[in-house]
């Protein structure tokens, strides 16, 4: 049973930024998710092993970006950006053995513990 870890979250103000890290198997794709009180788990972003291509949620885009350090190879990251109140949630990074980049929560087979994020004023 391969273990994910995450780590990073937090409270922060509106505008602020978080960075959210994980450690993950080797697998094909990596993908984070998130899930608000009452609402179900949302596609947040993915990226293939090789890091050469990464996908988002419409609500994501152009704030949030995926990626994973190239030296450990064991460390997925999601940086946040430009956080809303919206994105208030507990967020799970996530692996999949896919052969194709899956965006729903079915398609992954190891989930991390999950770390919240609060955007308030």
């Known amino acids: 049973q391969a273990e994910m870890e995450e780590s990073g979250g937090g409270s922060v103000q509106p505008g602020d930024s978080l960075r959210l890290a994980c450690t993950y198997p080797m697998v094909n794709y990596l993908g984070w998710f998130r899930q608000a009180p009452g609402m179900e788990r949302e596609f947040v972003a993915a990226m293939n092993w090789r890091g050469d291509r990464k996908y988002y949620g419409d609500s994501v885009k152009g704030r949030f970006t995926i990626s994973r350090d190239s030296a450990n190879k064991n460390t997925l990251y999601l940086r946040m950006n430009s956080l809303k109140p919206e994105d208030t949630a507990v967020y799970y990074c996530?692996?999949?053995?896919?052969?194709?980049?899956?965006?729903?929560?079915?398609?992954?087979?190891?989930w991390g513990q999950g770390t919240q994020v609060t955007v308030s004023s």
């Open positions: 996530a692996a999949s053995e896919s052969p194709t980049v899956p965006f729903s929560v079915s398609g992954y087979r190891y």
